[in-house]
């Protein structure tokens, strides 16, 4: 029994351990590591092959990365603003996950596909208060820098990010300034429908490229074959 | 009794790891968060531009997106399939390079005596080591690297406000200030004078365009795809990136 609960012990150390350590790693540790772990999963050799479900499932990995990076919730909040406190508590988590999937439809596509062993500088870290800090990092394109710059809110004690701001343009305000506009005339219902229209559109569209093995920028191959 | 020990022992780390897993938490803890973001939203510069001609500035807005999918993307994608990548580096650094008296004008006109003095430098390094600025030659010396200044920053920096936001058909999205900034920039340009002709200044303006398109492809794809409403999206980018910029 002595031996049960020590075996038994030891077990509990080993999974909360990682979880401890993670909880001390600061603002800049944890952007680094999870972008690494993010780029390490781009560079993988096992997603070389250009197999549509190969780059499908290489796809979805990346969103659940990126799922742990950011908080969505959080995200989704600062975006709508006030008009938060409209959406009911089943609207509030659907959105979140709505505005995941639109962001990742979009811009994990284009990271794939462009992606040419960039290099990614962790410049610094600045603790704003308690709970809140920001990451300045550059990305290393052939002949330019890209300064981007992440928020984090510490949430569990993890770092979480809550916002990103390129070149200037914080994502959050952005999309503050369209959902603002649009809640202003119409309901948090009709927001969640026009969401999700756009995300299978854009989910449909993916799929069937990678199926037929076309390139990203379809309409500027057209146009040139008409040309 | 042991195994009822166990039993507990394995119910409570169960729990304690679904709530350290858990993607919810306490509502309060939203409450403060949203309340200090909302006090430093409130507290910056707004992002606010008066729009008084926005059904105008949309139908430019459909205009310039057409232009883009029809004109400038097939242009660009051809130009970079028949055009090797140093050939079109080389002549994006050229046309950045010949831009210097825009940038060392403004930054006098913004008294930044050492930008300016950093970027004429940079002018003199690119133009004799880098072959006329085909090669970015300065890149190396980090200390001649300063934030590209134009008239429209130069205004904002005096204090003038945006006015209101215009789209243009060819240039795309600017403001009352910036467009004034752009006619102004225009005469301090090096090929305004250079090509002569109007019809040089366009052929010239049209080469510099589609081999800066080619370099970044995909990229108005992607925002116009990631937002709801693509003309509040580029009008509020780029709103923040100008404000960036006069900080800078």
């Known amino acids: 029994m002595q031996n049960l609960l020590k075996i038994f012990g ?90 995941a999937k639109l962001l990742a439809n ?118 040139l074959r008409i040309l | ?58 139908g430019m807005f459909v205009v310039n997106d057409r232009l883009y999918f029809w004109v400038l993307k097939p242009a660009a994608t051809g130009w970079q399939k028949v055009t090797p990548s140093p050939v079109r580096t080389g002549i994006r650094n050229f046309f950045r390079n010949i831009g210097a008296p825009v940038r060392v004008t403004n930054q006098l006109l913004q008294g930044k005596g050492k930008a300016a003095a950093a970027e004429t430098g940079k002018f003199f390094v690119n133009s004799i080591w880098g072959i006329f600025g085909l090669i970015d030659a300065s890149q190396q010396l980090p200390s001649l690297q300063v934030p590209p200044e134009d008239l429209g920053q130069t205004l904002g920096k005096w204090g003038i406000g945006n006015g209101f936001y215009l789209v243009l058909p060819f240039f795309g999205p600017t403001t009352l200030r910036d467009g004034v900034g752009q006619v102004g920039d225009f005469f301090l340009h090096p090929t305004t004078y250079a090509s002569g002709d109007a019809r040089g200044w366009t052929a010239v303006k049209a080469t510099d365009t589609i081999n800066a398109t080619s370099f970044r492809l995909g990229d108005y794809e992607a925002i116009k795809d990631a937002s709801l409403d693509p003309y509040i999206a580029v009008r509020n980018g780029y709103i923040q990136m100008r404000m960036q910029a006069i900080r800078q």
Not at chain 1, 68 to 76: C, L
Not at chain 1, 148 to 161: A, D, E, G, M, P
Not at chain 2, 29 to 53: K, M, N, T
């Open chain 1, 106 to 223: 979009t811009y994990i596509e284009k990271v794939q596909d462009n992606f040419r062993n960039e290099e990614v500088v962790f410049d610094d870290e600045t603790i704003i208060s308690e709970g809140r800090a920001e990451v300045s990092t550059r990305v290393l394109l052939s002949n330019m820098e890209v300064p981007v710059i992440y928020r984090l809110r510490n949430i569990r004690n993890q770092w979480r990010i809550y916002d990103v701001q390129i070149e200037g343009i914080s994502l959050v305000q952005n999309y503050r300034s369209q959902f603002e506009d649009f809640l202003f005339r119409r309901e948090p219902a009709e927001l969640i429908d026009v969401m999700k229209q756009r995300i299978d559109r854009l989910e449909k569209d993916r799929i069937q490229r990678r199926k037929e093995g076309r390139p990203a920028d379809t309409d500027a191959e057209d146009m």
């Open chain 2, 1 to 58: 009794m042991g195994v009822r020990f166990v039993c507990v022992l394995l119910l409570i780390t169960g729990l304690m790891l679904q709530t350290l897993h858990a993607e919810e938490y306490w509502d309060d803890e939203d409450d403060a968060f949203f309340a200090e973001i909302e006090a430093e939203y409130a507290a910056a510069p707004s992002h606010y531009v008066a729009d008084p001609f926005e059904p105008f500035n949309r």
């Open chain 1, 10 to 99: 030891v077990l509990i150390c080993l999974i909360i351990f990682p979880l401890a350590a993670s909880a001390d790693m600061g603002p800049l540790e944890t952007i680094k590591v999870r972008i690494n772990d993010a780029i390490a999963l781009l560079k993988d050799p096992a997603y070389k092959d250009a197999d549509p479900a190969l780059a499908e499932k290489q796809h979805q990995e990346l969103f659940e990365h990126v799922k742990g990076i950011f908080d969505f919730r959080t995200v989704s909040m600062l975006a709508t603003g006030r008009n938060w406190r409209r959406f009911s508590t089943e609207q509030q988590n659907e959105f979140a996950d709505l505005f």
